[in-house]
């Protein structure tokens, strides 16, 4: 058989993706730096999977909710401060914390040291919503309030505004 056939002939398996130790995309969003892993192009839109370093002393952002999509936090060094509602968890490294939709919640790196987190987003949803954030801060530009109230119902997402 001919290379021209075989590239016509349907693929009995799916493309895998191997993303290496520098690759994939960075975005900053200010003193968290954020390695997406899986986008969501490679699973069909239903997963997506990012690495995230939050510096000493990060407040994560305000406590909200996702209407359409689970998050997953699996705290890979240091030790993540989560809010949930009006519950604290201190998740140190080996900690696995699911988020389903609806359930309000928010983190925070209170330490003197870094902290890294693998996050899950099914679906993967959410991944554009850290992409538009960090084209709102380009340039040094402040995020406002309403710019990020705003960011978040793009993707059924709201603050939990009942616990301000």
């Known amino acids: 058989m001919t290379e021209e056939a075989k590239s016509r002939e349907p693929q009995t398996h ?10 994939g995309e960075t975005i900053v969003l200010g ?6 892993l899986e986008d969501g192009s490679h699973t069909g839109h239903r997963l997506a999977i990012a690495e995230s ?25 240091g030790t993540v401060r989560f809010t ?18 609806g359930t309000p919640h928010t983190f925070a790196n209170l330490t ?26 380009a340039g040094g530009r402040p995020l406002t309030q309403q ?4 960011a978040m119902s793009r993707y059924a997402t709201e603050p939990a505004t009942d616990l301000a």
């Open 147 to 150: 710019a990020n109230i705003d």
């Open 112 to 137: 003197d040291q870094p902290a890294v987190m693998l996050s899950t987003f099914t679906p993967d949803l959410y991944v554009q919503y850290f992409r538009e954030l960090q084209e709102e801060l």
């Open 31 to 36: 003193t968290t730096r954020m390695r997406v």
């Open 14 to 23: 799916p493309a895998v993706s191997v993303v290496g130790p520098g690759d």
């Open 84 to 101: 949930v509602g009006d519950e604290d968890y201190d998740a140190a490294s080996g900690t696995l914390v699911m988020v389903p939709p």
């Open 53 to 77: 370093v939050l510096a000493p002393h990060t407040q994560g952002p305000p406590q909200h909710r996702h209407a359409r999509h689970d998050e997953g936090f699996y705290i890979l060094s």
